[in-house]
């Protein structure tokens, strides 16, 4: 290819012509990328312009919930003490309150093991099952034995006994039960623990035995005399000369405690007491504080008869009953007795505690139910993940105490604190088969019963009192003792709560409103107005949808609130907000002041969605942005209701539920049947009364894990005429209850024949308009001014329930104005939407203008060339004719 240079024959210059041309073709271009720029620049100003929006609509966040008006503040005066939270419904004071025992959870340890996977039992199959409840009457601590014979005469030693590491004061003076229990009283404030003396009973067989007496006829003939003393009291004595019989014998000392005279009255001095007779041999002393006891008889001379002596010579006779002591924890956690000779006290050295004379009732709001272990999971870890796994209130742990040999201990503590979480395991066999005997002994634990568990920390209640009231609470917070208020207790002590307006909160609410929208209100003039000066105008001047912005925010502000019967606030001009001749909002502080001193309720009504109900069983609980402001009439045609299943008879006055009984439980069940809402449930074996009964069967449905996880639940109760009802706490026609039998007691047994029924859902119209109902609540159908509008209406009531006012504040009104402006679907979304595909198909154009100058360019060099070479031709043919002509002429 040959070296081109346009313009070199010819002198013509091709470049600069096509140049200058393909510089007229490209005019359009320039067009095209100033239009592009003109877009992208509105883009960049809506960008602007949706984040003062944004901004601004997150101001309005604290202020569209009704709460957020109706806030209190709660300080406490000691919060190491005491803490605590008000609702809208409290009232405004000081609250004095005393705590004297904070809430806590059980825990409950196994004996030692060497290895948390160490295989425990021979792998039968065995079912555990884990209830929650409370437990009444006895005590928890230990139970001594009787006093050695050694402690009558030298007492107990300094040092001998220690409890909870701290030493008892004991010393050769301590000779008695009561005088024991004293010295451990005297340190319970260190301990923790006090005791009790048990009564001392003398023997019973002082007097003899099965029915007989062995006490025989005193007889003093040979010259000699007695006398019987119990507890140093005389209640019988013969003087010399008296033939037995005629003295001193068994009815003797029946006749003398039988009657009201100085003996009875000096053992009544002495706190002794007596029951039985000498007669028949029963004859005991006792003495309710532990004292000893002593029975003697003193002889002198020739004397027969007397304590177990039928004519033979009693040459005197002395012995002392004891008692013993027992330990109570205060806290409900195990005793470390120690000393050096704890024994001495009846006590033995080590820690130890269990309930004694108690009695366990399930709590039938907690869930119980069962887990299977057997040679898949037979070991610490086993158990361990199979109760996590089952998720019955309890949370179960290995720790390790560190010693040298079977350090690791299982540990089980209640999900939740309280005295209603005290834990009762039952172990229990499959198949006619017994459980697993090593199973059984680390886990079986019932404070009525055996205990192979060691408690650690006892399941307790928050007691405390306020205002002078004693009130309880089975967790750290106390609520419902006062209206509107939660205590929150931390710690033993007093402290008091004071409860204000939360005026401060509600203050700078309104003032970041004011501020946020003049911060918009200075965004939008700057985007779409016009400066004088600088004469430069906005990106968006003139444009619709900021004017259009811009009048709504206006005239949605300057308007007054609809649909607030009562309120003497109904526009922002009574809380002091007002606009500028700028456009932009102030903020008169005093008048906020004013309107929140005398009209605080009435505030939320201006900036909040409200809705408020003359009926107090119809409480307004949601709305949306098609709901119209104003009153509305309630009618309502039908009340939702609850699925149920009663039995078809009145229960016994007991029921046995038998080894392996499962049930198959459907509840709240859609169609088709969803697995999710079925679960199988297993009964523990045992008879059981009605009310007993229920709590079972309510705790063990609660307890299937599936339903926890759906939140549904039942209550079981016992009706009036003894017939046994279950129902689903959920309302409406998604609530139902199907129970069918599996193996053991048969449903039918404990049911008859009852069907279940379904429930329905609640039904009516708002504004005499047509509501769609879904359990208890009523919704407002779409079209109508009450669309979107819900009630949840409760009661037993049919027909008229009132009216519902509804009105929308200001800031409500801001809050949906600006979503539909804002997010996938608002305004600005699509107009910058529009805007970005213009830019696109500018680019688009432009693109194959470019490539269609391309085409006019080579079409010019083209046309360019072919003259240039044109033109060079005739140059050169020119030059040749002049060399010509001038050769002719030469």
Request: net charge neutral.
């Given at each position: 290819?040959?070296?081109?240079?346009?313009?070199?024959?010819?002198?013509?210059?091709?470049?600069?012509?096509?140049?200058?041309?393909?510089?007229?073709?490209?005019?359009?271009?320039?067009?095209?990328?100033?239009?592009?720029?003109?877009?992208?620049?509105?883009?960049?100003?809506?960008?602007?312009?949706?984040?003062?929006?944004?901004?601004?609509?997150?101001?309005?966040?604290?202020?569209?919930?009704?709460?957020?008006?109706?806030?209190?503040?709660?300080?406490?005066?000691?919060?190491?003490?005491?803490?605590?939270?008000?609702?809208?419904?409290?009232?405004?004071?000081?609250?004095?309150?005393?705590?004297?025992?904070?809430?806590?959870?059980?825990?409950?340890?196994?004996?030692?093991?060497?290895?948390?996977?160490?295989?425990?039992?021979?792998?039968?199959?065995?079912?555990?099952?884990?209830?929650?409840?409370?437990?009444?009457?006895?005590?928890?601590?230990?139970?001594?034995?009787?006093?050695?014979?050694?402690?009558?005469?030298?007492?107990?030693?300094?040092?001998?006994?220690?409890?909870?590491?701290?030493?008892?004061?004991?010393?050769?003076?301590?000779?008695?039960?009561?005088?024991?229990?004293?010295?451990?009283?005297?340190?319970?404030?260190?301990?923790?623990?006090?005791?009790?003396?048990?009564?001392?009973?003398?023997?019973?067989?002082?007097?003899?035995?099965?029915?007989?007496?062995?006490?025989?006829?005193?007889?003093?003939?040979?010259?000699?005399?007695?006398?019987?003393?119990?507890?140093?009291?005389?209640?019988?004595?013969?003087?010399?000369?008296?033939?037995?019989?005629?003295?001193?014998?068994?009815?003797?000392?029946?006749?003398?405690?039988?009657?009201?005279?100085?003996?009875?009255?000096?053992?009544?001095?002495?706190?002794?007491?007596?029951?039985?007779?000498?007669?028949?041999?029963?004859?005991?002393?006792?003495?309710?504080?532990?004292?000893?006891?002593?029975?003697?008889?003193?002889?002198?001379?020739?004397?027969?008869?007397?304590?177990?002596?039928?004519?033979?010579?009693?040459?005197?006779?002395?012995?002392?009953?004891?008692?013993?002591?027992?330990?109570?924890?205060?806290?409900?956690?195990?005793?470390?007795?120690?000393?050096?000779?704890?024994?001495?006290?009846?006590?033995?050295?080590?820690?130890?505690?269990?309930?004694?004379?108690?009695?366990?009732?399930?709590?039938?709001?907690?869930?119980?139910?069962?887990?299977?272990?057997?040679?898949?999971?037979?070991?610490?870890?086993?158990?361990?993940?199979?109760?996590?796994?089952?998720?019955?209130?309890?949370?179960?742990?290995?720790?390790?105490?560190?010693?040298?040999?079977?350090?690791?201990?299982?540990?089980?503590?209640?999900?939740?604190?309280?005295?209603?979480?005290?834990?009762?395991?039952?172990?229990?066999?499959?198949?006619?088969?017994?459980?697993?005997?090593?199973?059984?002994?680390?886990?079986?634990?019932?404070?009525?019963?055996?205990?192979?568990?060691?408690?650690?920390?006892?399941?307790?209640?928050?007691?405390?009192?306020?205002?002078?009231?004693?009130?309880?609470?089975?967790?750290?917070?106390?609520?419902?003792?006062?209206?509107?208020?939660?205590?929150?207790?931390?710690?033993?002590?007093?402290?008091?709560?004071?409860?204000?307006?939360?005026?401060?909160?509600?203050?700078?609410?309104?003032?970041?409103?004011?501020?946020?929208?003049?911060?918009?209100?200075?965004?939008?003039?700057?985007?779409?107005?016009?400066?004088?000066?600088?004469?430069?105008?906005?990106?968006?001047?003139?444009?619709?949808?900021?004017?259009?912005?811009?009048?709504?925010?206006?005239?949605?502000?300057?308007?007054?609130?609809?649909?607030?019967?009562?309120?003497?606030?109904?526009?922002?001009?009574?809380?002091?907000?007002?606009?500028?001749?700028?456009?932009?909002?102030?903020?008169?502080?005093?008048?906020?002041?004013?309107?929140?001193?005398?009209?605080?309720?009435?505030?939320?009504?201006?900036?909040?969605?409200?809705?408020?109900?003359?009926?107090?069983?119809?409480?307004?609980?949601?709305?949306?942005?098609?709901?119209?402001?104003?009153?509305?009439?309630?009618?309502?045609?039908?009340?939702?209701?609850?699925?149920?299943?009663?039995?078809?008879?009145?229960?016994?006055?007991?029921?046995?539920?038998?080894?392996?009984t499962v049930w198959t439980v459907k509840l709240n069940d859609s169609v088709p049947t969803t697995s999710s809402n079925t679960?199988?449930?297993?009964?523990?074996?045992?008879?059981?009364?009605?009310?007993?009964?229920?709590?079972?069967?309510?705790?063990?449905?609660?307890?299937?894990?599936?339903?926890?996880?759906?939140?549904?639940?039942?209550?079981?109760?016992?009706?009036?005429?003894?017939?046994?009802?279950?129902?689903?706490?959920?309302?409406?026609?998604?609530?139902?209850?199907?129970?069918?039998?599996?193996?053991?007691?048969?449903?039918?047994?404990?049911?008859?024949?009852?069907?279940?029924?379904?429930?329905?859902?609640?039904?009516?119209?708002?504004?005499?308009?047509?509501?769609?109902?879904?359990?208890?609540?009523?919704?407002?159908?779409?079209?109508?001014?009450?669309?979107?509008?819900?009630?949840?209406?409760?009661?037993?009531?049919?027909?008229?329930?009132?009216?519902?006012?509804?009105?929308?504040?200001?800031?409500?009104?801001?809050?949906?104005?600006?979503?539909?402006?804002?997010?996938?679907?608002?305004?600005?979304?699509?107009?910058?939407?529009?805007?970005?595909?213009?830019?696109?198909?500018?680019?688009?154009?432009?693109?194959?203008?470019?490539?269609?100058?391309?085409?006019?360019?080579?079409?010019?060099?083209?046309?360019?060339?072919?003259?240039?070479?044109?033109?060079?031709?005739?140059?050169?043919?020119?030059?040749?004719?002049?060399?010509?002509?001038?050769?002719?002429?030469?």
């Amino acid at each position: 290819m040959g070296i081109s240079s346009p313009g070199i024959g010819s002198n013509l210059d091709v470049n600069g012509i096509i140049s200058k041309l393909m510089a007229v073709e490209a005019a359009p271009v320039a067009s095209i990328d100033k239009k592009s720029a003109s877009y992208l620049a509105k883009v960049t100003a809506f960008g602007t312009l949706s984040g003062a929006l944004s901004t601004f609509q997150s101001s309005l966040s604290s202020l569209t919930s009704l709460s957020s008006f109706q806030a209190f503040t709660a300080t406490s005066s000691n919060s190491d003490i005491l803490s605590g939270t008000a609702t809208s419904k409290a009232q405004a004071g000081t609250y004095k309150v005393d705590i004297s025992q904070v809430a806590q959870a059980q825990t409950l340890a196994s004996g030692g093991y060497s290895k948390p996977t160490s295989t425990i039992g021979l792998g039968g199959k065995t079912t555990i099952n884990i209830s929650l409840g409370t437990v009444a009457g006895g005590s928890f601590g230990l139970t001594g034995a009787a006093l050695g014979t050694g402690v009558l005469t030298g007492g107990i030693t300094p040092g001998a006994l220690s409890i909870n590491n701290t030493a008892i004061a004991t010393d050769s003076g301590t000779r008695s039960a009561k005088l024991l229990a004293d010295a451990i009283n005297a340190k319970s404030a260190t301990t923790g623990v006090s005791a009790k003396a048990e009564a001392t009973r003398t023997a019973e067989t002082l007097f003899g035995a099965a029915g007989a007496t062995s006490y025989g006829a005193v007889d003093t003939s040979g010259g000699g005399t007695y006398s019987l003393s119990i507890a140093g009291v005389e209640i019988a004595s013969q003087a010399a000369g008296v033939a037995a019989g005629a003295g001193v014998d068994a009815a003797a000392i029946d006749s003398v405690l039988g009657g009201s005279n100085s003996v009875t009255q000096a053992l009544a001095n002495a706190n002794i007491t007596f029951s039985g007779s000498a007669a028949d041999g029963t004859l005991r002393f006792s003495n309710a504080d532990g004292s000893n006891i002593a029975v003697v008889e003193t002889v002198s001379g020739g004397v027969t008869g007397g304590i177990g002596n039928s004519g033979t010579a009693n040459t005197g006779y002395s012995s002392t009953a004891t008692s013993s002591v027992s330990l109570l924890s205060s806290t409900g956690t195990q005793i470390t007795v120690g000393g050096s000779n704890p024994a001495a006290a009846g006590l033995t050295a080590g820690l130890g505690g269990t309930y004694q004379g108690a009695a366990f009732t399930q709590d039938g709001s907690r869930s119980s139910g069962n887990i299977v272990i057997d040679s898949t999971n037979n070991t610490l870890q086993g158990i361990r993940d199979a109760i996590n796994k089952a998720n019955f209130g309890v949370t179960a742990s290995i720790i390790s105490d560190g010693s040298a040999t079977n350090p690791n201990h299982l540990v089980l503590t209640s999900s939740a604190t309280g005295a209603n979480s005290n834990m009762r395991i039952t172990v229990s066999g499959s198949g006619g088969d017994p459980a697993d005997a090593a199973i059984e002994a680390l886990l079986a634990y019932d404070p009525g019963g055996v205990q192979n568990l060691s408690q650690k920390t006892a399941a307790q209640d928050t007691l405390a009192n306020v205002n002078g009231i004693a009130v309880t609470s089975h967790s750290t917070s106390i609520s419902g003792a006062v209206e509107g208020l939660t205590f929150a207790a931390q710690k033993v002590g007093s402290a008091s709560l004071t409860v204000a307006k939360d005026t401060a909160t509600l203050t700078s609410s309104i003032n970041g409103f004011v501020k946020a929208y003049n911060e918009l209100s200075t965004q939008i003039k700057s985007v779409s107005g016009y400066d004088p000066e600088t004469k430069q105008a906005g990106q968006l001047l003139g444009d619709s949808t900021v004017q259009n912005l811009q009048a709504s925010l206006r005239r949605q502000l300057t308007g007054s609130i609809s649909g607030l019967s009562g309120s003497k606030l109904t526009t922002l001009s009574q809380v002091g907000i007002a606009f500028q001749k700028d456009g932009t909002l102030t903020l008169d502080s005093a008048k906020l002041q004013k309107a929140i001193t005398n009209n605080f309720g009435d505030i939320a009504g201006l900036f909040a969605a409200v809705g408020r109900s003359t009926d107090a069983e119809v409480s307004f609980t949601g709305s949306t942005s098609a709901t119209k402001a104003g009153d509305y009439l309630v009618q309502v045609t039908r009340l939702a209701s609850q699925g149920t299943l009663t039995s078809a008879a009145a229960l016994p006055g007991s029921t046995t539920i038998a080894d392996d009984t499962v049930w198959t439980v459907k509840l709240n069940d859609s169609v088709p049947t969803t697995s999710s809402n079925t679960a199988s449930i297993r009964l523990t074996a045992g008879t059981y009364t009605p009310q007993d009964l229920a709590t079972l069967l309510q705790a063990s449905i609660n307890g299937a894990s599936n339903f926890k996880d759906a939140g549904s639940t039942v209550e079981v109760t016992v009706n009036d005429d003894g017939t046994l009802k279950v129902n689903s706490t959920k309302y409406g026609s998604k609530s139902n209850i199907a129970l069918t039998s599996d193996t053991g007691t048969s449903v039918a047994s404990i049911f008859g024949g009852a069907t279940a029924t379904d429930g329905v859902d609640v039904a009516g119209t708002i504004g005499g308009f047509s509501a769609t109902g879904d359990g208890q609540t009523l919704t407002g159908g779409p079209g109508a001014p009450v669309e979107g509008l819900k009630l949840e209406v409760k009661g037993d009531t049919l027909g008229s329930r009132g009216t519902i006012g509804f009105s929308q504040g200001y800031a409500y009104q801001m809050d949906t104005l600006a979503k539909s402006f804002l997010g996938a679907n608002g305004i600005i979304t699509g107009r910058t939407k529009g805007m970005n595909d213009t830019v696109k198909d500018l680019a688009k154009q432009k693109d194959a203008f470019n490539a269609k100058l391309v085409d006019i360019e080579a079409r010019y060099r083209k046309q360019y060339s072919a003259l240039d070479t044109a033109l060079s031709s005739m140059s050169t043919t020119a030059a040749f004719l002049t060399q010509q002509f001038a050769k002719m002429n030469a």
